[in-house]
Each structure stands twice: as C-alpha cells, then as structure tokens.
C-alpha cells in the first residue's frame, strides 16, 4: 500500500506548515497522519484532513479535536470501536470493523486544503480503498471527502451531489454513506447534531449487519 513518506514534501505549502510547527511545538506529531483501523474491516471512515491541535498533533486520526468528541463515542456506543476515548493516541481504543483515514494526510493552514493538495493525496487514499479487500461502506464526513472518494472511483462528481444522510450505490458493490463533518462549526450551528450523526452511525451499522453472512458477525471480523 502506497502511505506518504513522514516528511513528506510533495505539498511544499503544507510541509512548510508542518515545518512551522515543528519548531513551535517539536512534541507534537507535526507529520501525515497515517489511518487508524485494520485493512481489512468493512467500514471506512473518510475525512478532510488533520486538525492542527487534534491528528496533527496526537498523530491519530479525529484524535484531541472537537471532532473527535463526536465521532469516537459515537462509535463506541454502536460498538464500532471498543475502550475509552481520552483525546490522546494511546488511550487504548481499539477499532471495530472500522478503519478511520482522511483524504488530504497533512494538516493544511486554516483546514482548507488546495486543488493540488488533495490531488497529490488521492494517490494514498486510492491505494488504501484498493487494499480494503473487505470494503462494503464508506462514510465520507463532508463535501471534501464525498468528493475524493469519487474520484478514486472515476465517477463524475455530478452524478452524486453531497447531501446529509444520503446513501450512494458506486462501483464494487460499495456504499457511500454521506454525513455533514462532526466539526466544531457544523455541530455548534446545529448544522449537525448528536442524533443526526448517531442515525447514519447506525443506519451504517444496520446496514452491515444485513450484509454480512450470519456464520460472520461484524464485531467478530476484526477486533483491532
């Protein structure tokens, strides 16, 4: 599988970034980001990119950001993870069938990644939906991500337009699920609430349970 390199410079305005922070806090991961959950689960999770005081910093995905206050125990409550979520890489969550990764692996300046940014970044993205040999469902959290998912399938960007909720049958027999990003803007304008998020959570989980052959239950696919 194809990851970016740790100092990775195909973006130079987004090294030049993580370069910055190395410098101001050299703890941090200040570094791509790479997926937390195993290859071979049947859920991902796609997101834009990393927060500057969450992923990029911890070096785990939605991890020590207002997202992740969102996400991770909304997994955990539909047992797609399992453990205590502490904002911290090593708090000891384990992933359930479920494998977490975003489309650009940089944290980009003011969270918006360039054209070319996410363009060098498909590479990475495509390689890792190629080796899921299990995918059956892809939640992408926003706009952003909808989009590059769509593009590794080679689907006009037109023939299915982001929208909160909806679900899209692309090629291979996988979904795509759509939910507005669990971002401290979108769930402070109630843009997203709790129980929003927690339908498609579930609506995903559901949706696999009826999938999957009885002999093969979901939570005991993959346990880490």
């Known amino acids: 599988m194809i990851t970016p390199k740790r100092n990775c410079s195909l973006c130079p305005r987004l090294k030049k970034y993580r370069d910055k922070y190395k410098m101001l806090e050299p703890k941090w991961h200040n570094s791509p980001v790479q997926p937390f959950g195993n290859l ?112 590794k399938f080679k689907i006009k960007l037109s023939l299915y337009k982001f929208k909160h909720g909806d679900i899209h049958n692309i090629k291979n027999n996988i979904l795509l699920y759509d939910s507005y990003h669990c971002s401290r803007y979108n769930t402070q304008t109630k843009r997203l609430t709790q129980q929003m998020f927690e339908e498609v959570i579930l609506s995903i989980k559901e949706k696999l349970i009826s999938l999957l052959p009885p002999s093969q239950p979901y939570l005991l696919k993959n346990r880490h």
């Open 40 to 151: 071979d689960s049947n859920i991902l999770i796609v997101g834009l990119a990393p927060g500057l005081k969450g992923a990029n910093k911890t070096g785990r995905p939605f991890t020590g950001d207002h997202a992740g206050n969102l996400l991770y125990p909304t997994l955990l409550k539909y047992k797609l993870a399992s453990g205590v979520y502490k904002e911290i890489h090593n708090d000891g969550i384990k992933m359930l069938n479920t494998r977490i990764t975003n489309s650009v692996r940089c944290v980009p300046p003011g969270n918006k990644p360039k054209t070319l940014e996410k363009k060098n970044c498909q590479q990475f993205l495509e390689s890792e939906i190629n080796n899921m040999n299990n995918l059956k469902i892809i939640l992408a959290l926003g706009t952003t991500a909808h989009q590059e998912v769509l593009k």
